[in-house]
């Protein structure tokens, strides 16, 4: 436990220089190292006039096991980003530094010398003028730790959504699903309630189509895939249901009826996590050899240098880090 918590820059031309910044200004209950870009950093805190002191490490076990206020350590990547980048815009660049810094937290990670990886913000159109050609972290994630099988879950204070599909086009997603990769989704969402603390999770599985299907009326995936992998998950004691109509099983959670919801694509999933609000949601990476979590929002790149963002976002996936981890 006295491992240093992985923390990455994100795209340094939005807001993640800044909310790691004032992160750091407001203190920290674990030792932390920020991988990015070493500059950027330090513009953030002459910009925003807080006093951190950035300083550049070569390896996490350099970091002192107790936070100290006001410092904050970075594995820097390279080459450095120019001192004239423009913030709040595409930059291959920066795009190119965001995944390179991911990567080397990854690696720290699979090594042991990071107990956790907070993410901050990527730029999907920066990473890819940069030729990096995946849809986002999770994939990075999974790719570069060898690891087969993940899935995405979003969590506030008010519900737990885990997601069967994550960033395929919506035409894909029927042709995807499959009763083992539901079932194994259901697992993970278990499993993932259990490091979270919950003792016997209530595992709620939505359905693809309007009214689950309604006997075949709208289709046929929720009869003939999600309710077989909703019995083979019983079956090895997990408390799953399902499916229910995708309409009211997120409200039914978030009144207390059931500790996660399984939802079979992305905005079925994110659309309720993210209308109560971006500020306290994390998204956490189910699956990995490591702990993974982070913000529930973009680079916001309309705000990026004002001085503006909240990083509340940001300390509540490094708490739940902590927790998981």
């Known amino acids: 436990m006295s491992l240093p918590v992985a923390l990455t820059l994100g795209d340094a031309a939005g807001i993640g220089p800044e909310i790691v910044i004032k992160l750091h200004a407001q203190g920290l209950s674990a030792p932390c190292v920020v991988y990015g870009d070493l500059g950027a950093l330090q513009r953030a805190a002459l910009m925003l006039s807080l006093p951190v002191q950035c300083i550049a490490i070569d390896t996490p076990e350099r970091v002192p096991l107790q936070p100290r206020p006001g410092q904050l350590y970075v594995r820097s990547t390279h080459p450095a980003l120019p001192a004239d980048l423009p913030l709040g815009r595409v930059d291959a660049r920066a795009g190119s530094a965001a995944v390179t810094a991911l990567r080397m937290a990854i690696d720290d990670a699979m090594q042991h010398k990071v107990r956790a990886i907070v993410t901050a913000p990527l730029n999907k159109e920066s990473m890819h003028a940069a030729g990096i050609d995946f849809p986002g972290h999770t994939e990075i994630l999974a790719e570069q730790s060898g690891t087969e099988h993940v899935a995405m879950m ?70 003939d895939t999600i309710a077989p992998a909703i019995a083979l998950a019983r079956a090895q004691g997990i408390d799953a249901s399902g499916p229910w109509p995708g309409d009211t099983v997120f409200m039914r959670a978030r009144q207390g009826e059931f500790d996660i919801c399984v939802a079979q694509y992305h905005d079925q999933g994110l659309i309720p996590i993210k209308y109560l609000g971006l500020d306290q949601g994390v998204n956490v990476t189910v699956g990995l050899p490591f702990v993974r979590t982070s913000v529930d929002h973009g680079t916001a790149f309309d705000i990026a240098g004002k001085g503006v963002a909240d990083p509340s976002s940001l300390r509540t996936a490094f708490e739940l880090a902590l927790t998981l981890a």
């Open 154 to 223: 979003l969590v506030n204070d008010q519900l737990r959504v885990i997601l069967a599909t994550i960033h395929i086009p919506l035409a894909e997603v029927s042709r995807t699903l499959t009763v083992e990769l539901e079932r194994r989704t259901i697992e993970l969402a278990h499993r993932a309630c259990v490091a979270m603390g919950v003792k016997a999770p209530r595992v709620a599985v939505a359905g693809l189509n309007p009214h689950a299907g309604e006997q075949r009326k709208f289709g046929n995936e929720d009869l």
